[in-house]
Nanobody
Framework: QVRLVESGGGLVQAGGSLRLSCAAS????????MGWYRQALGNERELVAQ???????NYADSVKGRFTISRDNAKNTVYLQMNSLKPEDTAVYYC?????????WGQGTQVTVSS
């Protein structure tokens, strides 16, 4: 089993920045892709960004150039640096990882961007 704990969410004005962190614990062997999804009220959960164990990244078009995903394998932690935030970025952000074909999820952290 893998446990994921997110931190760093909060309230920020449009144009501001936040940095989310996600610490993984438990069975670390075999974790490949880590990433972030988000779910706004009334919407489906959507991919924000992913990073493979080798460092290859993938971003949603809506966040390209504004968000940066990174990971520290020694600390089993993945980060999401969010700059130039917009009100439409408001959502609950979930950390996820894949291990031997199984997906694991954190509890989520709220990000609210005021206009």
């Amino acid at each position: 089993q893998v446990r994921l704990v997110e931190s760093g969410g909060g309230l920020v004005q449009a144009g501001g920045s936040l940095r989310l962190s996600c610490a993984a614990s438990g069975s670390m062997f075999g974790i490949n892709t880590m990433g972030w999804y988000r779910q706004a009220l009334g919407n489906e959960r959507e991919l924000v960004a992913q990073i493979a164990s080798g460092g290859r990244t993938n971003y949603a078009d809506s966040v390209k150039g504004r968000f940066t995903i990174s990971r520290d394998n020694a600390k089993n932690t993945v980060y999401l640096q969010m700059n130039s935030l917009k009100p439409e970025d408001t959502a609950v952000y979930y950390c996820t990882c894949k291990r031997f074909g199984n997906n694991y999820w954190g509890q989520g952290t709220q990000v609210t961007v005021s206009s």
